[in-house]
């Protein structure tokens, strides 16, 4: 079992920065892949960036590519994401996933477990 906890979210204005943090209790946290979701009003939960139980491979969604960045510590158990330029449109709740797999996940059915999430808003 897994249990996640995000943190950092708030208000921020455009072209401003933010770093959301998600810590997990339990032993196996560094065999899990990671990964952070987003979801705004009335919109489905979309990804928007992955990474690998050891850090080494890190994805993106087109739209984040370039201002967001995700990292992990697996002796902290806390996985990170560093959102810079930020815009309107990133607005949303902000949740971190994890999933037993080592292959490259981008589908919400595809984790396992699920923070309750952070809001995350971007004033213009």
């Known amino acids: 079992q897994v249990q996640l906890v995000e943190s950092g979210g708030g208000l921020v204005q455009a072209g401003g920065s933010l770093r959301l943090s998600c810590a997990a209790s339990g032993r196996t946290f560094s065999r899990y892949a990671m990964g952070w979701f987003r979801q705004a009003p009335g919109k489905e939960r979309e990804f928007v960036a992955g990474?690998?139980?050891?850090?080494?491979?890190?994805y993106y969604a087109d739209s984040v590519k370039g201002r967001f960045t995700i990292s992990r510590d697996n002796a902290k158990n806390t996985v990170y994401l560093q959102m810079n330029s930020l815009k309107p449109e990133d607005t949303a709740v902000y949740y971190c996933?994890?999933?037993?797999?080592?292959?490259?996940?981008?589908?919400?059915?595809?984790?396992?477990?699920w923070g309750q999430g952070t809001q995350v808003t971007v004033s213009s």
């Open positions: 990474i690998s139980w050891s850090g080494g491979s890190t």
């Open positions: 996933a994890g999933a037993d797999t080592i292959v490259r996940v981008t589908t919400p059915g595809r984790y396992d477990y």
